[in-house]
């Protein structure tokens, strides 16, 4: 499985970016997928993640409200859409999926990572 991400950029407080990410594999094998990321001198964060099963999504309680995961299973992407952007929601976003059936806000269970993206929100 290898994961592409792109759509990270610079934004002004309160603006939107959306993220996307691109999933090849080489099976049908079901798996969850989402988005975490990493400011400097902080360690990797959930930020939010889609499961495959169709369970609800799982929002970090620091975006809940201002950004929506969604999933096209046909095209498999995962998309994150950010709107009322902060200055520090700033970090390396991240693409991962996970095959396994372990807990979806364990970062340790994700098998396959994106190469990441950077956001910057700043004025």
């Known amino acids: 499985v290898q994961l592409q991400a792109s759509g990270g950029g610079l934004v002004h407080p309160g603006g939107s970016l959306r993220l996307s990410c691109v999933v090849s594999?080489?099976?049908?094998?079901?798996?969850?997928a989402g988005w975490f990321r990493q400011a400097p001198g902080k360690e990797r964060e959930l930020v939010a993640i889609?499961?495959?099963?169709?369970?609800?999504?799982v929002y970090s309680n620091s975006v809940r409200g201002r950004f929506t995961i969604s999933r096209h299973k046909a095209a498999d992407t995962v998309y994150l859409q950010m709107d009322s952007l902060k200055p520090e929601d700033t970090a390396v976003y991240y693409c991962?999926?996970?095959?396994?059936?372990?807990?979806?806000?364990?970062?340790?269970?994700?098998?396959?990572w994106g190469q990441g993206t950077q956001v910057t929100v700043s004025s």
């Open positions: 889609m499961p495959w099963r169709g369970d609800r999504p």
């Open positions: 991962a999926a996970k095959t396994n059936r372990g807990h979806l806000d364990k970062i340790a269970n994700y098998d396959y």
């Open positions: 594999r080489h099976s049908s094998s079901a798996y969850d």
